[in-house]
């Protein structure tokens, strides 16, 4: 059965430092794994995806992820973080078009 | 930039209505779903259609559902009788390809039930 986990339910860093939203998950398959951000009062938007090429993917906004099939972790980063930043992640676990599955969420909060 | 959209963004009603939430998903797209989140819970998927009936549907999914493409460009979530643990916010989604994990799906912003 697959699963998500996302480890950490808020993270709080300075404006300027690096991101890191942490995701592990588990799959019977070769999963495709997203992330989406939700900021509010919107519809949740695709960062990136990995789909089984290259380990490294680089999405929206300066985010990447780096899928670890040995640490069943697919972790997202981004190297300055800025105010507009701040929003709800979610990493997310595809082995088909109903077999979804999204993490619990991570909020990202940016200090000045 | 397309988007999928929903209506209405916030919806309250009577336990025991009936409720229809209303999605327009991207023009060229040929698959739909609808999600929902429960507040302080996970993102839950509830259905996917395609080419006119449901392609796969969760537990979640039970008769008092329904769905339906009345037009070229609606889709809708019907609620037959909506009970207080309905409330929640329902996601719509959509994909240009046909159901593949590869897929990505397009969400909409939600349309928050609240069932009093």
């Known amino acids: 059965a697959q699963s998500v986990t996302q480890l950490d339910s808020h993270v709080s860093v300075s404006e300027g430092t690096p991101v890191l939203l942490r995701c592990n998950y588990s799959?019977?398959?070769?999963?495709?794994l997203f992330w989406y951000v939700q900021h509010p009062n919107k519809g949740l938007q695709l960062l990136l995806k990995?789909?089984?090429?290259?380990?490294l993917v680089k999405g929206i906004n300066g985010f990447e992820a780096e899928f670890k099939k040995s640490e069943t972790s697919f972790h997202l980063t981004k190297p300055s973080a800025h105010m507009s930043d701040a929003a709800e992640y979610f990493c997310v676990v595809s082995e088909g078009a109903s077999k979804i599955i999204f993490g619990s969420g991570t909020r990202l909060s940016i200090r000045p | 930039e397309p988007e999928v959209t929903q209506t209405p963004s916030h919806q309250v009603t009577q336990m025991g209505q009936e409720v229809i939430l209303r999605c327009v998903p991207i023009s060229n797209h040929l698959y739909f779903y609808w999600y929902r989140q429960i507040l302080g819970q996970k993102v839950e998927f509830l259905v996917s259609f395609y080419n006119n009936e449901i392609s796969e549907k969760s537990e979640i999914f039970d008769d008092q559902f329904s769905v339906e493409r009345p037009d070229g460009s609606n889709f809708t979530l019907k609620i037959r009788s909506t009970k207080l643990e309905d409330s929640a916010m329902y996601f719509c989604?959509?994909?240009?390809?046909?159901?593949?994990?590869?897929?990505?799906?397009?969400f909409g912003p939600g349309t928050r039930l609240t069932v009093l």
């Open positions: 990995y789909t089984s090429a290259a380990t």
């Open positions: 799959s019977s398959y070769s999963p495709s």
């Open positions: 989604a959509s994909s240009e390809i046909a159901g593949a994990s590869t897929d990505t799906q397009y």
